[in-house]
Each structure stands twice: as C-alpha cells, then as structure tokens.
C-alpha cells in the first residue's frame, strides 16, 4: 500500500447532457479533481450494472454515474433506468461489504460546469475519506 | 431575367437564424450580417428572455451547423448601407469590420490572456466573455490595452488581430430578411419600479443570464452584503406600464410562475408574491405554470397597479392597488420581468430598403402574412414585427423559407460530398495516436515528445505523432494528410474538447478516408493538462487514457452510413385553414399532395371566421381545387400507416375503398372545435349565445340594450387545463361593436388574454366597457326570473339583461386525435392536442428539438394549427407556412441518411433469443420481433441510439456500434491496470 494514496475513481457519463457538462468544465478552466477518470456512454441508460461491477472487482475506490436531469434524459426515458439500477447495485456493493457510498448517480445538464466540478470534487473528497477499496488487494476467482 | 439565388439577413434575432439554417438546408447561400462583434453579441439579449435557467448550450448550436454546413457568410460589426433593385435581383452595400479575435480559428488555448500585461481587476485586459460558456469568447477591453501586441504575437493561429479594418462590401441577393433585434426597456421605461436604484431590484433576465453556467442555484439571488433574501416579489412590468412603453410578449406570465416555482424549490421557507394584472397564459402547457405555481405555494396578487421603491440598502418598498384598496408590503427583493420594446433601427430601415412601420412602430406585415413587409422580396422576422416569444420567432424564421421561394432562382449550394471511406475489414489492425500540441502551447506545459516515446512502446499502437492541431481548416487538412501518410487504419486523437469541436474531429478523420467509427478522441487538455500540474503524473494519467482509447477503438468497428430515398409525396390531413394552407404551399413548390377530409366540405371552423377571413378561405380553397398537384378526398380517412421518416406506407379510405399511398412526410392538421357549453342556460334559452353566434348576427343593429359577457367558459377548468387564446380578442371585438351600436356591455373574467401589438383591451376601457373581474372558481349564474334574464355574480348582485353571451373556449377532437395517434406513433399531450416535444419543457417548444434537422418528436409527422393547439387564425397561418417550410426543405431531398446513422443498435442473430425485453424498453418503437425468425430487428431509421435496448439484453446480443459492451470493458480494463 503507497502511503500517499490517490483514489482511483471512474465516472460513465452521458454523451448530451454530462459529457457536454464535463466539456464546458473544461472550457472554462473550472478545477476538477485528477483521479477521475471518464467513460462517455450515449445514455445513462447504456451503463450496464456489468460494467458498475466490473470496475469494483477490478478494484476501483468509486464510481460515478451521471446522466440528464429526470425528465429530459436526450432519450426520454433512460435516465430512470439508470437510476433504477443504481439502487439495485447499492444493494448489491452492501452484500458485498463493499460501503455504497462508493457509488454515486448524479443529474448533470450540459450547462452545469459548475455543478459538474463540484460533485466530482466532493465525491472525490468522500472516497478519500473513506479509504482504499479493499478488493484491491483480495483476488477473485 | 435571371433570378439571385442567395438571401441576406440582417441582424440576429431567433427568428433570423431559423431563417439562415432553414435556407442553408433548403439548398440557398446565405450571408448573415451579425450587428455586434461575436455570434451571440446582440442574440444574447434573446436567449436570455426565456428565464430557462438550464441546459441552453443546444440553443447555441445552429451557429455551429452553420460553419459545418458552409454555406452561411456571415460578417461581424455590420451595418445596412444601401438597398437598391428588386426583388429577385437586390444590390445591398454594408459596412463590415472583422473580429478581433476570429473564433472561427481560435483554440481557446487562453495564451493570449497569459501573456497580457494590464491586470484589470480580477481579469486582464483581453478576457473571456463571462456569461457565454459554450465557447471562449475572448473580448478586449479597450480602454485598458495599451495595444503592446503580446497576445497578437503568442497566437498559435494568428485568430488575434488587433487591428482590423472597416471595409464596405457589395453583394447581390434575390431577397432580403430583416430580423433586427428589440430594444431593452430602459431605466427610464422602468421608473416606476426603481429599477437601477438599488441592488434588490433586478431584472429576471440577468438573473436567467447569471445562472446559466450554475443553473439556478441560491447565488443567483444572493445581495452584495452576502445575504440570501427570503422575501420576493416578482412583477410582470409591461402590465402596470403605458401602452406603448414596453410590449408583453407572451410568455411574460408564464415566466413569471416559472421563477415563483424556481424561488421556491431553491428556497422552501421563502415568501413569493408574483404581481400582475391578469396571467396572461395562453400558450401550451402555460396555464399549468399557473396551478403548479399555486400548488408550490406561490402567491398570486392580481393587482391594478403597482410600484416599487428602495425602502432601504436591502428593502424594496411596495405600494399596490387592489380592488380600488391601497396596500402596501415590504420585500427584500424584487424580480422585474420586462417586455420588449419596439427596435430603434426602424426608422433607418424605413429609409433604406422602404418598408413601413405600423402605429406601434414595429415593422409591418401584410395582412395573412407572416413576415412579408409592404416591399416585393423584402422579409421581417422576429422581435422586428412585434413583440414575439422564442416558438413563434422560431415558426416565423422556417414561414418565411415558405413565403420567400417564389422569388428564389435555382439552388445554389450543395454540401461538399462527404469524402470516400476505405474499407479497413480487409487490413490489419493499425492503430495510430496522434497528439495534439494545440500549435505549440501544449509544450510549455507538458513533455508531449515523452509521451509520444513511451505511446509508441505500447504494443498495439503502430504509430505515434505529434500535430500541430486538428481544428482550424489549414491543420485539418494537414493532419488528415499526415493520418493518410501513415497507413494506419484506426485513429486516437488526444485533444481537448471533444463535444465542442466534434465536428471538426470527425471531419479529420473523415477526410484521412476513415469512418469515424474507427476513432476515438480523448480529452488530453481538460483531464490532464488543466488538471495536473507535475508532469510525471501528466504523463502517467495521459498514458492511462491513451492506453484506455486505443483498447476501445481495437475494438471498434466500421459500419456504412444507411440512406434511404425520400418519398417525394406530402400527405395532409384534414382540410382545415391550416391543412389547406400546408397543401397549397407546398404543391405550389411542384410536390404532389395528397388531401383527405373527414366532411363533406373543405373549410374546416370557417363558419367561425369573420368576412374578410371567410373571403381568403375561399380564395384558398379554389386554389387547391384547381392545383394540379393536389389530390383532394373528401368524406375520407386514414385507414394504416406505417413505416417511418420519409417512406411511410398505408391507405386511406374514400368511398368505402381503399386507396394506397406513399408518402415522405404526414402534416396533422385535424383542427379542433368549439366547447358546447352546458350551463348558463345556454340552449334552453334563446338569449343565452356564444361569441361566435353573436360575430354571425352582428349587421350593424342593435342587439339588446344590456348585453353581458363571461369568459372562459369551458376553459382553465379541470376538464380544460388551459387557455383557449382567441376568445378574449374576440369578446373585446364583439363588445367594440355592440358599443357601437349603442349597447351597454358588461365583460365578466378571470383573467383578460388580450395580446399582440393591438390593445383591444384599452379601446374598450375607453369606450365604456364595463369589465369585472370574478374568482377563479367562482363563476357568476344566469337565472330565468319569469320572462327577464339574470346574470348573478358572485357576490349577489343582479344585473337584468337582455343577451347573455358566452366566450367557449377551444376543444381538441380527442377521439379522432387518438384514433391517428394510436395509428401513427404520435404523441398526443394532456389535454387531447398533438404533442410536439415529449420532454416536460415549461414552454411550448424546447430550442433543442426546434433545431433537429427532422424536428420534433416523431420524425416528420408534423401537427399544425388546431390540432397542435388552441390559435387564433393569423397563428394557424403561421404554423402551416412553419410546417410547409419544414416540409419542403426534406421533400426536396432525394436520400436521406438515417438521423443516427453512426451509432445504431443492431442485434446478433445467432445470440438473440427474442425475450423482447428489449422491445418494451424501447422509447422510439424501433425494436420489433420478426415474428418468421422469432428474434429482435431494430429499424435503423427509427432507433436514436440511447442504448437502453443493448444494457437490458439478457444475451448479449444487442449491441451498439461504437459503445458495444466489450470495448467498455477493455476501456475500464485499461484504465484500472
């Protein structure tokens, strides 16, 4: 274990509504934190649980999941889907003993640079708070 | 004589850039002349009307398609000179200065404000435009630069000039579109408010403009001591000023819930009270704004006038009139929602091009016009001709497309030909990575010749290179050259803002001779050089996302572009105004159209019309017999149809027999009817009648001595949640008559809907129009005491009259609208309408859908008039001249590609089982079950790409190209290695 520990954080984020937010953060030189790393998907509704879950057997401190505001997902609907199954995969981290908190959905439109920045710096605080993810070090088989 | 083909437009109002981007598709060149110095210069002022507090940036999208299109012109700091010939043959002289700093090639590296020595305040003298965050817009503040050349000198792309000069230009265009901006009240419109005393008083613009990078957040209202308010009122202005002052567009009312409701969900515990004269809500969905804004716990106060005055440093004082009673109340701060006034460039567009103000002085339009002005070629559009919201500038810029092709010559632009792509299945993988140093400045700051080393070690990777940039016309081609050079067959671009310039990402790729399927670009400025400052770590996250990017695009696969013909064929049905103005309009441009109307009679509501109304209507209908192009069924309807965008199928049913069509496009225009109201005696009664009875049995004479109106009824109820738009004119119109012939009028209402640049409202105070105003749910009765007739308020009192006249409102032909609804796919809204954007905008139409290159929510299937909602018949115009233009743009395509034709979801055969999961979760219909092959299809043409479909499959057999399931895992593979 390095002493100087770095989360490791991953967030899908939807192709309209965050992507375009995390572009405009971006443009206008707003502070994001370094450990997050960025997965574009159409929709939220393409974030497959499979991929939520495959990022934490790899070992990933936290991920984040963010689509359009309810009700004006690009694609009418999936938003809801995506946070259908973000209660679902809390539930399953739990009996995984893994802490929910490491997974966070958030509704982020293409203007909200702001409140792009902010969430992924407070969600980056808060995995730093709650430590490495002990999957790192344990091996699945 | 030979006509011009190109249109110019002057200013930059809404309704001119629909205009600019209609004709652009139609096939026109356009040159746009932008009065300010950047895109958004004066349009800001738009944008910013709307008090959507969200998500705008789609609304800056146009100004991108336009470049990509290539076929606007457009020249800052512009201004008209001369207007001379006509129309189809215009000489127009302007005035144009370049921009400073050209944000066509500027790559907002900031280099320029690095190097700037003035440090004024917190920003320099050359900055980045606060409130436009979709783009940089770098301005200069010319008082402070001392005009060193730093920053001309720094420029990686020479964008930065500081010096330009003015130059006056000649071109020759065969129609001319006015689409000048309005003018702000000033303070001195706005006296009565204080406005510009004290901090407390703002206008809703500024704080719309304020939020717009925050959304609308505690902040936004926050007062320089750093105190957040807990007291509000929101004032509609232009209803407590002169007519004249400032004009109220129609969604001022509206606006004004919208921020009661905004206030209260930021601050629950907070006190707001929206002031205003009536709600003058009467566009779609807006009368909901209203019960939503009164369920939130917003205050209504509907007062007769009202002003505002500085109580002290952080108290607004306000002193309002109700019922004749003085009130008075102290708020800590106060929000005004100001009208337009009329532009101020009027007088000088008098002078030169000739077109004539009307008495409000505003430009003015030719009676059952849209935007023709008293000048042959010579258009206006927007806020120039009255006071306007977003929709119907937007209708006005696609109507004038409609009514300025007859002076149009043959088409003279044509999108450059995409460039050919290699078929990639038949070589070898080669990955290439090509790091961008934005000209140079990415050096400075990071080892980019280190990462290239330590990328071309990566085993897959066959080639790495450093590039100069990938955004600017020259270093496109130049990278697209050097992509070719290299040979390989897949590509990862690392550069900055992959949404915002994406365009210009995908054309790189593109003219390298490679779908774009086969790339991927990574954000390589924000995510790593704005994030980090040591450069080992750089160097180790850069690696990470090059490592991630070239997993996925191992993976990626080429896919063709689907096209498809395009019927050449319209189908309209019902042959209302609106139908038969869309027919015509259409056929008159050589398509052919087919007619079909559920009566006997063409005409639709004409019996509702006054003369000169009924006299176009006729004119219209002899037009469309006597078209060629036109087919008319009468006594017929829609029996199927499917299919989809551009090549529907079915039949229609005339005379018990079906009759097969073919059709590219479907225009709805069912129209509606007028509410049979049930009480008020009315039908038990012969003195109880409707408006419109009263309109057919006006000759002059005189009807009864004491004449009593009430409005709304059968509308703003539970049955009928909203304002049906025409009847208050109408009952203002009517009552001008009667007055007119000596009866005394009484106008019992709830709110008075009197809008447009006519005050009806005013007139009829001055003639001596009683008005009264009763509570929302308290209707006044109408009682039969032995032969005499009585109104009776509400509040007891008793007026014996003669006539009772009832203004019913507007009713949708719900069976008949979920009849084709339910056939054809379409949406229908809550009150029985035709819907036309799915989404839960608080206006009538979201800018987002407005501006899709096929439009609203099902792929051209368009509702007009009527059936869309309640309109009056200048409105009905306008939406079928909207819907024609619309129409006309796609009819005169041959092919089409499918409207997401790079990332579609497809299914493999062998895996699917046909569970249809993913059917169900389909929000476009595009998912079916072959029934022969027992497994899932996806229609290319109706699938938008979302996804959903591929995260439900059970098997993993849907997939989506360019997002398939295992080139995410290689990527979260790769970046957590």
Redesign the interface.
């Known amino acids: 274990m390095n002493d100087e520990y770095t989360p490791?954080i991953?967030g899908f984020l939807c192709?309209w509504?965050s992507?375009?937010g995390?572009?405009?953060?971006?443009?206008?030189?707003l502070?994001?934190?370094?450990s997050?790393?960025?997965?574009r998907?159409?929709?939220s509704?393409?974030?497959?649980?499979?991929?939520v879950l495959?990022?934490f057997l790899?070992?990933?401190d936290g991920v984040m999941m963010m689509g359009c505001?309810p009700?004006?997902c690009?694609?009418?609907?999936?938003n809801y889907?995506a946070r259908r199954?973000f209660i679902l995969l809390q539930k399953i981290l739990e009996a995984f003993d893994l802490e929910p908190e490491r997974l966070g959905i958030w509704w982020v439109?293409?203007?909200?640079?702001?409140?792009y920045a902010k969430v992924t710096t407070e969600f980056a605080k808060e995995i730093e708070k709650i430590g490495p993810s002990p999957v790192a070090n344990e091996i699945f088989l | 004589m030979a006509k011009e083909s190109s249109v110019l437009i002057y200013g930059t109002n809404l309704g001119g850039y629909r205009a600019a981007y209609a004709l652009c598709k139609k096939g026109h060149k356009v040159i746009l002349l932008n009065r300010g110095s950047y895109v958004d210069d004066i349009r800001n002022q738009t944008l910013s009307q709307l008090p959507l507090d969200?998500?705008?940036?789609?609304g800056h999208f146009p100004q991108r398609l336009f470049k990509a299109l290539g076929c606007v012109q457009d020249f800052y700091n512009a201004e008209l000179l001369e207007v001379s010939g006509q129309a189809g043959d215009f000489t127009v002289k302007f005035k144009t200065k370049p921009q400073v700093v050209n944000n066509f090639i500027c790559t907002?590296c900031?280099e320029c404000i690095e190097v700037c020595p003035e440090v004024v305040g917190d920003r320099k003298a050359i900055y980045v435009h606060p409130e436009i965050?979709?783009?940089?817009i770098y301005l200069i503040d010319w008082e402070n630069c001392t005009k060193c050349g730093k920053c001309e000198e720094v420029c990686p792309t020479d964008a930065l000039k500081l010096e330009r000069s003015e130059e006056v230009q000649e071109v020759k265009v065969a129609a001319i579109i006015l689409a000048l901006e309005y003018n702000d009240p000033t303070i001195e419109d706005l006296k009565n408010f204080s406005f510009g005393k004290s901090p407390s008083i703002v206008k809703n613009s500024e704080i719309a403009r304020n939020s717009?990078?925050?959304?609308f957040v505690k902040d936004s209202v926050k007062l320089p001591s750093g105190k957040i308010p807990q007291n509000f009122a929101v004032v509609v202005t232009p209803h407590f000023n002169n007519h004249g002052t400032e004009y109220e567009s129609y969604n001022l009312s509206v606006s004004a819930a919208y921020r009661g409701v905004r206030l209260k969900e930021i601050l629950p515990e907070s006190d707001v009270t929206i002031f205003l004269k009536d709600y003058r809500g009467f566009g779609k969905r807006h009368y909901r704004w209203y019960k939503k804004a009164l369920d939130a716990g917003v205050h209504i106060e509907k007062v007769d006038d009202i002003k505002a005055s500085p109580k002290n440093k952080e108290e607004v004082n306000l002193q309002y009139e109700k019922d004749g009673k003085s009130h008075e109340k102290t708020v800590e701060y106060t929000i005004l929602i100001n009208g337009q006034k009329s532009p101020n460039l009027m007088k000088d567009m008098s002078e030169i091009c000739g077109v004539k103000a009307d008495e409000n002085g505003f430009c003015n339009i030719k009676p059952f016009s849209c935007s023709e002005t008293d000048v042959d070629g010579i258009f206006a559009v927007g806020e120039f001709t009255g006071p306007k919201g977003n929709p119907e500038a937007i209708w006005e810029g696609c109507a004038t497309l409609t009514e300025s092709l007859k002076y149009l010559g043959e088409t003279n632009f044509k999108p450059p030909a995409p460039p050919s792509l290699r078929n990639v299945d038949v070589e070898e993988k080669k990955i290439g990575v090509f790091i961008c140093s934005c000209f140079g400045t990415f050096n400075d700051k990071m080892d980019l010749n280190d990462l290239k080393e330590t990328v071309e070690a990566i085993p897959d990777v066959s080639h790495a290179e450093i590039i100069k940039g990938c955004c600017t016309p020259p270093s496109i081609k130049e990278t697209a050259e050097l992509i070719k050079k290299s040979g390989v067959n897949r590509v990862v671009l690392a550069v900055?803002?992959?949404?915002?310039k994406l365009l210009k990402f995908r054309k790189t790729v593109m003219m390298a001779g490679l779908n774009p399927l086969l790339s991927e670009f990574l954000?390589l400025?924000?995510?790593v050089i704005?994030?980090?400052k040591d450069k080992v770590?750089m160097l180790e996250?850069s690696l990470?996302?090059i490592k991630?990017a070239v997993a996925k695009t191992k993976k990626s696969v080429q896919n063709p572009t689907l096209k498809e013909s395009f019927t050449p064929h319209a189908l309209v049905i019902g042959a209302g105004l609106s139908g038969l103005t869309c027919a015509s309009e259409i056929a008159d441009n050589g398509f052919q159209v087919t007619l079909i109307e559920k009566n006997e009679n063409l005409g639709g509501n004409e019996k509702y019309f006054d003369k000169q109304q009924k006299e176009y209507l006729d004119k219209l209908i002899s037009k469309v017999k006597d078209n060629q192009n036109i087919k008319v069924y009468q006594k017929a309807e829609l029996k199927r149809m499917s299919g989809y965008a551009g090549n529907f199928y079915g039949a229609i049913l005339s005379e018990k027999k079906e009759i097969p069509i073919d059709v590219g496009v479907i225009v709805l225009a069912t129209g509606a009817k007028e509410h049979k109201p049930k009480e008020f005696l009315y039908g038990e009664d012969q003195r109880v009648i409707t408006q419109t009875e009263l309109q057919n049995n006006l000759n002059g004479k005189k009807i009864g001595n004491q004449v009593v109106m009430i409005q709304c009824v059968g509308s703003k109820n539970d049955e009928h949640p909203y304002c049906s738009r025409v009847c208050c004119n109408q009952a203002l119109k009517n009552a001008l008559s009667l007055k007119e012939t000596g009866s005394e009028v009484t106008i019992l209402y709830r709110d008075m809907t009197n809008y447009g640049k006519e005050n009806y409202y005013q007139k009829a105070l001055d003639s001596g129009v009683k008005f009264i105003r009763f509570e929302d749910n308290k209707y006044p009765e109408v009682k039969k005491n032995a032969d005499a007739l009585e109104v009776i308020k509400s509040d007891g009192e008793k007026i014996k009259v003669d006539l009772v006249v009832l203004s019913t409102g507007i009713e949708p032909d719900e069976e008949n609208n979920r009849n084709l609804s339910n056939l054809l796919g379409y949406p229908m809204d809550k009150d029985g309408f035709f819907d036309s954007d799915?989404?839960?905008y608080p206006y009538e139409e979201s800018i987002k859908r407005l501006f899709k290159p096929y439009e609203w929510a099902t792929n051209c299937i368009y509702p007009v008039g009527l059936a869309h909602s309640p309109r009056a018949f200048e409105e009905s115009i306008l939406t079928a001249r909207d819907i024609a233009g619309r129409a006309l743009i796609l009819l005169g395509k041959k092919m089409l590609p499918a409207p997401n034709a790079m990332?579609i979801a497809e299914v493999k055969d062998a895996l699917c089982m046909g569970c249809g999961i993913c059917v169900d979760?389909c929000?476009y219909s595009a998912r079916a079950i072959d029934i022969e092959k027992k497994i899932a299809v996806v229609h290319p043409f109706l699938c938008?790409?979302?996804?959903?479909c591929?995260?439900?499959c059970p098997n993993d057999a849907s997939y989506?190209r360019d997002?398939m399931?295992n080139q995410?895992?290689s990527?979260?593979?790769a970046?957590?290695a």
């Open positions: 490791r991953v192709n509504c992507y375009t995390a572009d405009l953060a971006g443009v206008s030189r502070k994001v934190p370094p997050l790393r960025i997965i998907v159409m929709c509704g393409r974030i497959d649980p499979l991929f495959k990022a790899k070992g990933i505001h009700g004006e690009h694609y009418q609907k999936g889907n199954r439109s293409a203007s909200e640079a702001t409140k | 969200f998500c705008w940036m789609c907002e900031d965050g979709w783009e940089n717009l990078l925050t959304n900055c803002t992959p949404i915002q954000r400025r924000e995510d704005n994030v980090h770590k996250k990470t996302l991630a799915v989404n839960v990332y979760v929000a938008d790409s979302c996804g959903s591929v995260s439900v989506l997002f399931s995410t895992i990527t979260l593979d970046l957590l």
